[in-house]
């Protein structure tokens, strides 16, 4: 016991060069096993400044995208070449999905840079769609796939909880909501054309009057603290709707529909602290040997823009069940290793 004060001298004299130092790694996955072949499309500029790189950023947003467990990407330059290919021009939601389709590929990615400034403190706005080439897949909300309901909802970020809640609240008004005029007109105007098809067609057998829907119970995860009412609308979205169903005996029938499967919109700001925090993080695990720290990421325009790629990749997926658990990483500090 005599030899301890000596041996904590020892620590005390090392400093912090004797602990090494303990991070936390984030780790992304894809969520989707029914996307998994994408396809990346050069970038709209829809920014104030004329000199973004569209492929630039494309490239960037592939390199990141490619980065995560379970994606192929179709490399940038294959996309262009086969979009001539096609003779498809891209004007519709349903023009998108048939160029998914041409390419082979599960989805394909429609972004765009609503802002951009590489000045300090940089700012970069990114909005991505992607579009499913088989039409019966569906829009894929914030809080898909997160653990509701279960032991492991506590650990759910409040940020993800907040945008799972938002959309969710959204879909639910969009029921609630009256008909806009044109709304209305084209409401009237298909009821009209029904009934004249009607007259036309003595033999057609009248449409079915739907009647009032019945209270649907409510069950499944409540972790949103939502609580519906009595009497819901037939197409009332639920909590429920956050938790992948079973699988089934036979494949469901073909719903098509035209909207983009994931949507993501984002503007992020240089001198934001949660950015940063986190851009010293991805920089930490880059082991990047040119001069400068992650300040520099501020100042090249090429890493900031990769790095804005990055975030909105992961963001958009872990939103909907595809971040892991976070990886530690023991490093001793390099200063162990001078001599």
Known sequence: MRYLPFCLLLVLTAGCSAFPDVVHQPQF????P???????????????????DQDLVALAYYNELQAIPGFEVVPVGTTKRLLVASGIALETPEDFQALARYMDVDAIVEGSVTEFDPYYPPRMGLSVRWHAANPSYHPIPPG?????????????PESLVFEAEFALAKEQLKTQSPPAPDEEARSIASVSLAAAEAILDPS?????????AESVPFEGPVGLGLVPPPQLPVDWPDPRGFVPPAP?????????????????????????????KRLANY??????ARFGDWQAYLQRS????????HLHVTEM??????????????????GRYDR
């Open 283 to 288: 920089f930490y695990f880059r082991d990047d």
């Open 34 to 52: 029914q996307l998994s072949r994408v396809a990346v499309l050069p970038f709209y500029n829809q920014s104030n400044d004329p000199t973004v």
């Open 29 to 32: 996955h894809n969520p989707f």
């Open 317 to 334: 997926l872990a939103a909907r069940g595809g971040g892991g658990e976070t990886r530690v990483v023991w490093r001793w500090p390099i």
């Open 204 to 212: 057609a057998e009248p449409e079915p009057i739907e009647q009032p």
């Open 144 to 156: 898909y796939g997160l653990p509701w309901g279960t032991s492991e909802e506590e650990f759910i």
């Open 302 to 309: 090429e890493d900031f823009i990769r790095f804005c790629c």
């Open 248 to 276: 089934t005996a036979e494949r469901p029938p073909a719903r098509p529909q035209n909207d983009p499967v994931l949507s993501h919109t984002r503007l992020y700001h240089g001198n934001d602290a949660e950015f940063t």
